[in-house]
């Protein structure tokens, strides 16, 4: 069983216990230690994972954005202890742990819901990020035609290549189809006379 208390972000101050193997941490609302998506902006959607292994708690960072600190140091994976800080991005949400018991019982083994604060509300849905981040976008075109610039921020110019790339990605799965039906009409064909 592992207890946190968060220290710095949005929700800081609750306290959380977790008797599961594995806990997701991240601003996704389907994480099991979820930072709030708005205001926790150093933190990854999925940034980290705590894991349980033969009793002993792992601090794994799972590709985060910003990073995963553990007392100060980076970290890609290390060990848990009591009175140790997690911070999530450099400057982004803190948690504390208030106690590690490293010998747990069969019954703490089995996947279990935190005690403690609730979940997030599940109404943030991860689709709708992109029109935040298209808000954004629209800020920086703004920005770049107050300062008398034409052309757009590099942000904007990779936005479009990602769509570019999807557009050719659609064509060439089209392509794809449309040769696979002729094959098909030429073996029916075949087949029939």
Partial sequence: MIHLRQTKGADAGRELEFKQDLIRIGRMPDSDLNFDPEVDLDASGR????RNENGRYLLVDTGSRNGTWLNGQR???????????IEF?????????????????????TAGPPVGVPRRD????????????????????????DLGRHDSPPRVRATSRVRRASRNSGFLWGAAGVLLLTALALIVSTTLQ
């Fill in 75 to 85: 970290i890609k994976h290390a060990a848990l202890g009591d009175g140790d800080e």
């Fill in 122 to 145: 599940l109404k943030f849905e991860p689709l709708a990020m992109p029109v935040t981040t298209a808000t954004r976008l629209e800020d920086l075109r703004s920005q770049s035609r």
């Fill in 47 to 50: 940034h980290a994972e705590i």
């Fill in 89 to 109: 991005g450099r400057g982004g949400p803190k948690i504390f742990i208030a106690s590690v018991r490293s010998d747990p019982s069969p019954r703490e083994l």
